[in-house]
């Protein structure tokens, strides 16, 4: 059984920068995709970030130049590095592992029932104006 735990939510000003980590534990990670998703209160899911096992990228235009998600195999653990945020990025932020059917892929799948099976709780993160 795969458990996902973020941390690093919180309260901060806009303009401020937070660092998000998900430690994965039951299974390692070297092998999937992994994905930052976020929700905020009468929002739907949106994806915010994803990381192949080979390291290529993909982000949401909102917050590209802002975030960077990157990931630790060895630690099995993801971050996503949050800078200069907006009060539209309050949201609750939870972390997701890739199907391992679709290991080792070049670039990470965007879809999150088709590709992701493993979803943490969350972090919220609050951005004030």
């Known amino acids: 059984q795969v458990q996902l735990v973020e941390s690093g939510g919180g309260l901060v000003e806009a303009g401020g920068s937070l660092t998000l980590s998900c430690a994965a534990s039951?299974?390692?990670?070297?092998?999937?995709?992994m994905a930052w998703y976020r929700q905020a209160p009468g929002k739907e899911r949106e994806l915010v970030a994803a990381?192949?096992?080979?390291?290529?990228?993909y982000y949401v235009d909102s917050i590209k130049g802002r975030f960077t998600i990157a990931r630790d195999n060895a630690k099995d653990t993801v971050y996503l590095q949050m800078d200069s945020l907006e009060p539209e990025d309050s949201a609750l932020y939870f972390c997701?592992?890739?199907?391992?059917?679709?290991?080792?892929?070049?670039?990470?799948?965007?879809?999150?029932?088709?590709?992701?099976?493993?979803w943490g709780l969350g972090t919220h993160v609050i951005v004030s104006s």
């Open positions: 039951g299974d390692g990670i070297c092998v999937s995709d």
């Open positions: 997701a592992r890739g199907r391992k059917l679709h290991g080792g892929r070049y670039y990470p799948g965007l879809n999150p029932d088709l590709d992701y099976d493993y």
């Open positions: 990381i192949a096992a080979h390291g290529n990228t």
